[in-house]
């Protein structure tokens, strides 16, 4: 059994972890949620999203906290983009980083971006060559590539042609997610050990929801396949628009926990994280309260 | 990937999930329990133990637990005993299955039991013997095999010397216990593959407490080693006594949901399944309700 020897962990919970908190978060508590994470070791932190503001008010202040947070030259700071005005906004922000979201399913596509899968895969190529021209990294994140709440099971064929016309543009990395939780480790294994064994050489992210509490065993399968990079959030802040009352985002400190117990590095303070996590949660908790009937 | 096609999963909510709740759970629920245990399709249950009221006053109506239920022809009823007295009580009661634990450490043997290692393994032969001469089957079931609370990482080639002499014995079953939820799984992988490889004709079972939250990822891991029997419990009932808040025995509707979203049988109804969770929690709650408060 070939596991990694060091895992890549890029917490997203600044992004993925706040977005649906019916309640604005201030931009200090945001900043600060970053601060804390680049002092538990993250290297790579998704801290923003450009979407319209009117479908995710929560990130309206992107670009103030990307100013607030500065420009460390430690950190790769991530700006999350789904359409060509957003891609520009994180460009005009100066992200280190844009994940760039397309989906594998038409309906997703639809619902996400108001796009198709042909159209999506053509901006994130796009976006690819705006990002590189301008001295970004780009990562071509693939949604629903196990499971689309609309369509089910999704073929692993279109998700591995994706990925190839992806890699074949220059990605420099391609993540597949597991946008409502509903993968289980056999799946994960067999389309993880397919795309590592068409691109070798490439970097792949993976990213997964614990609605159904499998998450930690899709990433145990996913490195049994070879790969290295995975997202999740500290607290397990992000639950999972499609499932009310589940969890969302795997936490951070569960994978953490995990892979340091198995021996592999993360560079992530396990104590200071366990730490941040209440910070993190109790910032969920505030923007979850009805201020209405306070 | 040789996974099982199909897994038995041993229900064991009515011994290890109630054995540590403050107040007594009454007789009629604990049947209850077991008979909507039936219902949902498990056709080997743990229903009780036989240890010392004094220690476990929540065990202490055994054989009247066992007596109303009655003998179905189509279940499996185990008795768990960790001593001689325990194991002659077994017997008198009738059980099917008996579930002799041992441990895999001196100082668990000694907390547990009051014994040693090797007079542990000896007793545990001596249970294989008498329950065969009674036409009862026997789990010889090893606590600590990955983790102790009070030694810490465990030898596998201690567990698998162990796993010899109770596969010479003529143990139906032997069982690898993660008892308070430590495992990871790569070392779950390695050991399991290693007993499989050593005795590839004989029966393993796991039982994994999900602490950490790595219980399904280690069944995952155990599956790939070619194990095809687990423990669980209903409503995810047992927490563990050494690590207080932290869940304990692993959900068997987590447990069930994976399988069968894996293309895995297991005989169990997913739907009926997730109901009595609800009443099996229930009953929990009730048991963990500070009755001097009230």
Redo the contacts between chains.
């Keep these: 059994?070939d596991?990694p020897k060091k895992v890549e962990i890029m917490d997203v919970s600044p992004r993925d972890g706040l977005q649906m908190l019916p309640n604005f978060v201030p931009t200090a508590d945001k900043v600060e949620l970053i601060e804390r994470l680049k002092n538990c070791g993250f290297r790579r932190i998704e801290a923003v999203s450009f979407v319209s503001p009117k479908h995710v008010p929560q990130m309206a202040d992107a670009k103030e906290v990307l100013k607030v947070i500065g420009d460390d030259p430690d950190i790769d700071e991530v700006g999350l983009a789904l359409n060509e005005r957003g891609l520009n906004d994180a460009i005009a922000a100066g992200v280190n980083w844009i994940t760039y979201v397309i989906a594998a399913t038409e309906t997703m596509s639809k619902k996400n971006a108001n796009t198709t899968i042909v159209d999506g895969v053509e901006m994130c190529k796009k976006a690819i060559k705006l990002g590189h021209e301008n001295g970004i990294k780009v990562r071509g994140s693939i949604a629903v590539c196990w499971v689309c709440p609309y369509e089910g099971d999704v073929p692993k064929e279109r998700v591995l042609k994706i990925t190839e016309e992806l890699a074949e543009a220059g990605a420099d990395e391609i993540a597949f997610n597991d946008t409502v939780g509903?993968a289980?480790?056999?799946?994960v294994?067999?389309l993880c050990k397919r795309a590592k064994e068409q691109f070798p050489e490439y970097h792949f992210a993976a990213h997964f929801h614990d609605t159904?509490?499998?998450a930690?065993?899709n990433?145990?399968?996913a490195m049994?396949a070879g790969w290295d990079i995975f997202d999740s959030s500290v607290g397990g802040l992000g639950g999972c628009p499609f499932s009310p009352g589940a969890s969302g985002n795997v936490a951070t400190e569960?994978v953490v926990?995990?892979l340091h117990?198995?021996?592999i590095e993360t560079g992530i303070d396990y104590e200071k994280l366990k730490e941040m996590a209440e910070f993190a949660q109790q910032i969920e908790k505030k923007a979850k309260t009805n201020i209405a009937r306070e």
């Design positions: 059994m596991l509903r289980v480790p056999n799946d294994y067999e159904f509490f499998t930690l065993a990433i145990y399968a049994t569960k926990w995990m117990k198995m021996g």
